[in-house]
């Protein structure tokens, strides 16, 4: 029960929208596509939906070549950023869908439509017209509605990305614990990488069609495979190791990665400061060097000492030194 990609590529004319990826993903496993924009996420995903032809290479199920199986044949539940749901069906009629299409009997139907409602946070909400729902509740019944047939894959393209800040990072949260539930092994696409790191048991990182890396979140989040890996995950400053008592040859930092207090071993001067919602961000000269720091208040022109948070930091251990 794996799903392999071998060597895939896609071109739309001179575009080569994913170039000779390859990635496996092992029964029972989450996988998060993560990549910004128009690095060629949703169309890898579409090719193992299916939906896209490839130019070169094979989507493989348990070794079998899936490149003649149209996307109803193929067992896999599909969930998009805008739900897609049937507009003019109720939310049980919603759910129905798949298992109507697989002549499943009306009264196992409706015990399943019931557990997948209350797996979703939806129970009760049967008969409710999909039109009523809030944008949440809509992804819910749209996951709920990818499940029911108990698909062997999931796919998921930016599930969440329609949705304001807040209820995302809900929903992240009850879309990682719904899917261990359930059991389920999937591909979540996403540009976001709180949400990878919250949904899946192992990140690719995409871009310009290609992954650079694949690994444990911790690991990726801890060690990106280059410098361009370490910027989309937030670095935006290398120093040398030794600056933040670390042995390695480069190390990123992220705005969190310095901290002000008094038992710190680095000493600056503040530069700048901004409030922010629940802390205050510092602009800190050392070294005659400027770098991001986080509050406590202090004054603009205060001396401070700061220590280093781990989690704030990438190293980056086959970079050349110098450079940026
Ligand atoms: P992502 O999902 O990571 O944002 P996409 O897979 O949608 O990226 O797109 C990857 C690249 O392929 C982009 O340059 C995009 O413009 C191009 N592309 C995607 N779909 C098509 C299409 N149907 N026709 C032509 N170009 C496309
Ligand atoms: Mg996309």
Redesign the pocket.
């Known amino acids: 029960m794996s799903l392999r990609i071998e060597h895939i590529t896609v071109r ?2 001179q ?1 080569t ?2 170039d000779d990826v390859s990635l496996d993903i092992a029964d029972g496993e989450v996988v998060a596509l993560l ?10 995903l ?1 090719t193992v939906a299916g939906l896209e032809k490839a130019d070169d290479g094979e989507v493989r199920w348990d070794g079998d070549d899936l490149t003649g199986t149209p996307v109803h044949e193929r067992g896999f539940g599909l969930v998009f950023q805008d739900g897609q749901l049937f507009p003019h069906r109720d939310v049980a009629g919603n759910v129905a869908f798949g298992l109507r299409m697989a002549k499943v009997d009306k009264e196992v139907r409706l015990k399943r439509i019931d557990e997948l409602l209350e797996l979703v946070g939806l129970d009760g909400y049967q008969h409710r017209k999909v039109t009523q729902l809030s944008g949440g509740e809509q992804q819910r019944v749209a996951l709920a509605r990818a499940l029911a047939p108990q698909p062997r894959l999931l796919l998921l ?1 930016e599930p969440l990305s329609a949705l304001d800040r807040a209820l995302r990072e809900q929903l992240a949260v009850d879309l990682a614990r719904l899917l261990r539930e359930a059991g389920a092994t999937a591909l979540v ?1 996403t ?1 976001d990488h709180d949400e990878a790191f919250t949904l899946a048991d192992r990140v690719a990182i ?1 871009r310009k ?1 290609k992954i650079r890396q694949v690994g444990p979140p911790a690991e990726v989040w801890r060690e990106p495979a280059d410098v361009e890996t370490a910027k989309f995950l937030g670095c935006n400053k290398f120093v040398p190791g030794s600056f933040v008592g670390l042995a390695n040859d480069r190390v990123g930092l992220r705005a969190s990665a310095l901290r002000v207090d008094p038992a710190g071993t680095l000493e600056g001067v503040v530069l700048e400061r901004v409030h922010r919602r629940d802390h205050v961000r510092l602009l800190v000269e050392i070294d005659g060097d400027e770098y991001e720091a986080v509050g406590p208040v202090t004054e603009i022109g205060d001396r401070v000492r700061l220590v280093v948070e781990q989690d704030g930091l990438a190293v980056l251990r086959d970079e050349p030194h110098g450079g940026q």
Do not use: Q, W
Not at 35 to 44: A, N, V
């Open positions: 739309y004319g575009t929208a994913v990549g910004p924009s128009g690095c060629g996420k949703s169309t890898l579409r393209d696409v540009h995409m069609g």
